[in-house]
């Protein structure tokens, strides 16, 4: 027997976690935007959409973070730390390569220095991953080894029912269980059949791929030049990923007070590696690209283990020009032995 | 034959001949309905251009990065009438020759792409003085007008929605062809005019700005509002400006190549009702 | 009780005429609203939109911009090209739902201190009755404090 959660009692869930003291978010379609947002009713969400335009890291690692305010006296400097709020929340609707980015950058975030700002928000948010129904040409999960129905970063996770009633539940963590508790009622016992996931081919060989970017001759290859010729260098691609986590820090304000923030910074940037003496050591686009690439499938994974990437094609996606990881990853994965 | 054959057989004698070192045209995009930028530089390679209603980007800004005329050499371009007014308007800012520049030029029409037969900006004048003035989609139109209709603290609500949404990835700037400084204003930091961060404030005055930059030079392509990830109706703002450079100044943004720029001239009976 | 709200207000003005003019006012005995903070500039064509929007970041109720009449510039032209650019920004300003009566653009010559002394109190006035621009002070407001999240 399975736990089944019925799409008609969903509202009563949502109910049942706000009095235990959750804020409740899901994607929803505002301004012409699909984004995660706090929801009252299970009518606001947009649930039957193949993933929406911006994910979930947005809201533990934020575009724009305040760390301190200062200010500064002829006698002394104050400062006042800024610290998130420990805020209980149930993200609901979440796409398994979006909670498996937040899974990517657990070990970045903790490495040498626990992040509190991003580590206080995972801890107390419970992710409630909904398995993929379907995917478009852009997905490319299973070609990072990942699935369409993957639990990786997931507390919950809800498998869509075949004939669509609801999905059956199936926690993965503690915190998963805990959170089933407050709405023990309103699921119920029944074997149901679920929905098969959506079956995505694999883009390419992802060894293969590593292979060659670990070996030091592809460094000046001359395929990121032929790869990257079209980049515009903006950061659309950078800021819509699921992993992506570099960030600038910026005091705003004037010489006697202001506010230190972090900032989403992007390595597509021209200005993500100028020197104050005007040198860039990525000067053209294309070490910028490469240094992207290199960074989510060879750094990263020499440091941590895992690839920075989860696999849900948004780099492609939304690129102005038609660019993104899947097709240099096919060049590299399709070049000659 | 059809129009894309006409321009791969004209690309393949343009590069034999050596008249161009570089076509850059539309390929096959990720999906059936994307185009994706091509640069083609050999005969050989003519077959990765593809020219169907999908072609829509204003490939002209890949012409600015530095470098790339400086030899005096010709590029070939594929271009819909958008496109030829950034050639001009680069031009009388001094960015580029157009004499480096052949189009290969064509618009669409009824979802198919139809020729236009200059191959130099200056051949397009009278095409453009006959577009003088064409305005908004009439769905866009219609949301013009019903913001023209709000009251200004509404407007702005809806401005701080819109613009809520940016996360200041420059997207819209780097797909522009007018956006060419080598330093932007909002990476300048001695003195930091606009907040750099991606707050509502900071996106309210980036967004203003490039729209006052932008004031009298954009031609209306609609390249930072496809390219927009967070779908911010950017062209909305632009044909505002452009509007009132037309409306104010008679200034219709790349009319040719010596045409002033709308700001940096000016005439002394130029109107000002406004003026205390 | 709290206090009466009084507008804070930015004048950017050209130093030839209007902050003369300003000035005229001053040795004149003329008094004007106290509201008003001038920044003094080489030439209105010296006065970039961004400083309209610097003065409303950091809080101002109403920016006034002034300098020489048509024909006056002491640099010939300056005043020709900024009227250009005021014509276009304020189009901006007022599409973007920042509201007209709030920027103000005017001519002020050396010898109109009697003018700029009653443009100010005018200004001053008409924004007290605007009350404070808290639309967009609000956006300041909201990056000070931290995330809700």
Same mark, same amino acid.
Request: charge should be neutral.
């Given at each position: 027997m399975t736990r089944i959660l019925l799409n008609s009692r969903l509202d009563e869930c949502l109910g049942a976690w706000r009095s235990a003291g959750f804020s409740v978010f899901a994607p929803v379609k505002r301004a012409e935007l699909t984004r995660f947002d706090e929801v009252q009713?299970?009518?606001?969400?947009?649930?039957?959409?193949?993933?929406?335009?911006?994910?979930?890291k947005d809201h533990f690692f934020l575009q724009t973070e305040p760390l301190i305010k200062y200010t500064i006296t002829k006698q002394q400097i104050d400062t006042e730390e800024m610290v998130p709020p420990e805020r209980k929340r149930v993200f609901f609707g979440v796409r398994p390569c979006d909670a498996s980015g937040l899974d990517i950058d657990d070990p970045l975030f903790g490495w040498?220095?626990?992040d509190d700002y991003w580590f206080k928000r995972r801890d107390n948010s419970v992710i409630v991953t909904i398995a993929c129904a379907k995917a478009d040409d852009f997905c490319m999960c299973t070609s990072v080894g990942?699935?369409?129905?993957?639990?990786?970063?997931?507390d919950l996770m809800l498998h869509p029912l075949k004939d669509g009633r609801g999905w059956l539940v199936v926690p993965h963590t503690d915190r998963g269980k805990a959170l089933l508790e407050p709405v023990a009622g309103m699921l119920q016992e029944e074997a149901a059949e679920t929905a098969p996931v959506p079956s995505i081919p694999a883009k390419f060989d992802l060894e293969r791929v590593t292979a060659w970017l670990a070996?030091?001759?592809?460094?000046?290859?001359?395929l990121w030049r032929e790869v990257s010729q079209?980049?515009?260098?903006?950061g659309s691609c950078t800021f819509l990923c699921p992993t992506c986590h570099c960030f600038d820090i910026q005091d705003e304000g004037d010489t006697y007070s202001g506010i230190r923030r972090k900032n989403w910074d992007s390595c &597509?940037?021209?200005?993500?590696?100028?020197?104050?003496?005007?040198? %860039?050591?990525? %000067?053209t686009q294309s070490t910028r690209w490469r240094q992207r690439i290199m960074h989510k499938f060879n750094y990263y994974r020499g440091k941590?283990?895992? %690839? &920075?990437?989860?696999?849900?094609g948004r780099c492609t996606r939304q690129c102005p020009v038609d660019m993104g990881i899947t097709e240099t990853l096919q060049e590299i994965s399709n070049l000659p032995k | 034959m059809g129009l894309q054959e006409q321009y791969r057989k004209e690309a393949a004698e343009l590069l034999s001949s050596g008249e161009v070192k570089l076509v850059i045209g539309y390929g096959e995009g990720t999906t059936a309905d994307r185009r994706r930028p091509v640069f083609v530089?050999?005969?050989?390679?003519?077959?990765r251009l593809v020219l169907d209603?999908?072609?829509?980007?204003?490939?002209?800004?890949?012409?600015?990065?530095?470098?790339?005329l400086s030899d005096g050499k010709k590029v070939a371009v594929f271009l819909k009438p958008d496109g030829v007014r950034s050639i001009n308007i680069l031009a009388a800012e001094a960015?580029?020759?157009?004499?480096q520049v052949v189009i290969l030029g064509f618009d669409i029409e009824g979802g198919q792409p139809t020729p236009l037969?200059?191959?130099?900006?200056?051949?397009?004048a009278p095409l453009i003085e006959s577009l003088k003035?064409?305005?908004?989609?009439p769905e866009l139109q219609a949301e013009a007008d019903r913001l023209e209709q709000m009251g200004a603290a509404e407007r702005f609500e809806y401005w701080k929605e819109q613009f809520s949404k940016?996360?200041?990835?420059?997207a819209c700037r780097q797909v522009c062809?007018?956006?060419?400084?080598?330093?932007c204003i909002v990476d300048?930091?001695?003195?930091?005019?606009?907040?750099?961060?991606?707050?509502t404030l900071g996106n309210f005055e980036w967004n203003i700005i490039r729209a006052f930059h932008l004031a009298?030079?954009?031609?209306?392509?609609?390249g930072c509002d496809r390219s927009c990830p967070v779908n911010i109706p950017l062209r909305l703002i632009n044909h505002r400006m452009a509007k009132e450079a037309l409306d104010t100044f008679g200034h219709y943004a790349g009319?040719?190549?010596?045409?002033?720029p709308v700001l940096a001239t000016f005439r002394q009976d130029d109107p000002e009702t406004f003026i205390l | 009780m709290s206090e009466p709200f009084e507008p804070k207000i930015v004048a950017f003005v050209c130093t030839y005429c209007t902050y003369a003019g300003a000035d005229l006012a001053g040795t004149s005995r003329m008094k004007y609203a106290p509201n008003v903070r001038i920044v003094r500039l080489p030439?209105?064509?010296?006065?970039?939109p961004m400083f309209i929007l610097k003065a409303l970041q950091k809080g101002a109720d109403g920016v006034l911009v002034s300098g020489c009449?048509?024909?006056?510039?002491h640099f010939a032209q300056g005043n020709y090209h900024a009227r250009r650019r005021w014509t276009v920004f304020r189009a901006l300003l007022a599409f973007t739902g920042i509201?007209?009566?709030?920027v103000k653009f005017s001519w002020v010559s050396a010898a109109e201190g009697a003018k700029f002394t009653e443009l100010i109190n005018g200004i001053t006035d008409s924004i007290r009755a605007l009350g404070p621009f808290e639309q967009y002070q609000e956006l300041q407001k909201v990056i000070e404090t931290q995330s809700t999240y």
């Amino acid at each position: 027997m399975t736990r089944i959660l019925l799409n008609s009692r969903l509202d009563e869930c949502l109910g049942a976690w706000r009095s235990a003291g959750f804020s409740v978010f899901a994607p929803v379609k505002r301004a012409e935007l699909t984004r995660f947002d706090e929801v009252q009713k299970a009518a606001e969400m947009s649930l039957d959409i193949v993933m929406p335009e911006r994910t979930i890291k947005d809201h533990f690692f934020l575009q724009t973070e305040p760390l301190i305010k200062y200010t500064i006296t002829k006698q002394q400097i104050d400062t006042e730390e800024m610290v998130p709020p420990e805020r209980k929340r149930v993200f609901f609707g979440v796409r398994p390569c979006d909670a498996s980015g937040l899974d990517i950058d657990d070990p970045l975030f903790g490495w040498d220095y626990k992040d509190d700002y991003w580590f206080k928000r995972r801890d107390n948010s419970v992710i409630v991953t909904i398995a993929c129904a379907k995917a478009d040409d852009f997905c490319m999960c299973t070609s990072v080894g990942l699935a369409p129905d993957t639990a990786k970063g997931s507390d919950l996770m809800l498998h869509p029912l075949k004939d669509g009633r609801g999905w059956l539940v199936v926690p993965h963590t503690d915190r998963g269980k805990a959170l089933l508790e407050p709405v023990a009622g309103m699921l119920q016992e029944e074997a149901a059949e679920t929905a098969p996931v959506p079956s995505i081919p694999a883009k390419f060989d992802l060894e293969r791929v590593t292979a060659w970017l670990a070996s030091p001759e592809s460094f000046e290859s001359p395929l990121w030049r032929e790869v990257s010729q079209r980049c515009i260098g903006c950061g659309s691609c950078t800021f819509l990923c699921p992993t992506c986590h570099c960030f600038d820090i910026q005091d705003e304000g004037d010489t006697y007070s202001g506010i230190r923030r972090k900032n989403w910074d992007s390595c &597509s940037f021209a200005m993500f590696t100028m020197h104050t003496s005007g040198h %860039n050591p990525r %000067n053209t686009q294309s070490t910028r690209w490469r240094q992207r690439i290199m960074h989510k499938f060879n750094y990263y994974r020499g440091k941590f283990g895992v %690839n &920075s990437c989860s696999g849900c094609g948004r780099c492609t996606r939304q690129c102005p020009v038609d660019m993104g990881i899947t097709e240099t990853l096919q060049e590299i994965s399709n070049l000659p032995k | 034959m059809g129009l894309q054959e006409q321009y791969r057989k004209e690309a393949a004698e343009l590069l034999s001949s050596g008249e161009v070192k570089l076509v850059i045209g539309y390929g096959e995009g990720t999906t059936a309905d994307r185009r994706r930028p091509v640069f083609v530089r050999s005969a050989e390679l003519v077959s990765r251009l593809v020219l169907d209603a999908s072609g829509v980007a204003n490939l002209s800004a890949y012409l600015v990065p530095e470098g790339l005329l400086s030899d005096g050499k010709k590029v070939a371009v594929f271009l819909k009438p958008d496109g030829v007014r950034s050639i001009n308007i680069l031009a009388a800012e001094a960015q580029l020759d157009p004499g480096q520049v052949v189009i290969l030029g064509f618009d669409i029409e009824g979802g198919q792409p139809t020729p236009l037969p200059g191959r130099k900006a200056s051949d397009y004048a009278p095409l453009i003085e006959s577009l003088k003035g064409s305005g908004l989609s009439p769905e866009l139109q219609a949301e013009a007008d019903r913001l023209e209709q709000m009251g200004a603290a509404e407007r702005f609500e809806y401005w701080k929605e819109q613009f809520s949404k940016c996360i200041k990835c420059y997207a819209c700037r780097q797909v522009c062809p007018m956006c060419y400084c080598r330093r932007c204003i909002v990476d300048v930091n001695q003195p930091q005019w606009i907040n750099t961060s991606s707050h509502t404030l900071g996106n309210f005055e980036w967004n203003i700005i490039r729209a006052f930059h932008l004031a009298g030079r954009c031609v209306a392509c609609g390249g930072c509002d496809r390219s927009c990830p967070v779908n911010i109706p950017l062209r909305l703002i632009n044909h505002r400006m452009a509007k009132e450079a037309l409306d104010t100044f008679g200034h219709y943004a790349g009319e040719s190549a010596d045409q002033k720029p709308v700001l940096a001239t000016f005439r002394q009976d130029d109107p000002e009702t406004f003026i205390l | 009780m709290s206090e009466p709200f009084e507008p804070k207000i930015v004048a950017f003005v050209c130093t030839y005429c209007t902050y003369a003019g300003a000035d005229l006012a001053g040795t004149s005995r003329m008094k004007y609203a106290p509201n008003v903070r001038i920044v003094r500039l080489p030439c209105t064509g010296r006065i970039s939109p961004m400083f309209i929007l610097k003065a409303l970041q950091k809080g101002a109720d109403g920016v006034l911009v002034s300098g020489c009449h048509p024909g006056d510039c002491h640099f010939a032209q300056g005043n020709y090209h900024a009227r250009r650019r005021w014509t276009v920004f304020r189009a901006l300003l007022a599409f973007t739902g920042i509201p007209e009566e709030r920027v103000k653009f005017s001519w002020v010559s050396a010898a109109e201190g009697a003018k700029f002394t009653e443009l100010i109190n005018g200004i001053t006035d008409s924004i007290r009755a605007l009350g404070p621009f808290e639309q967009y002070q609000e956006l300041q407001k909201v990056i000070e404090t931290q995330s809700t999240y």
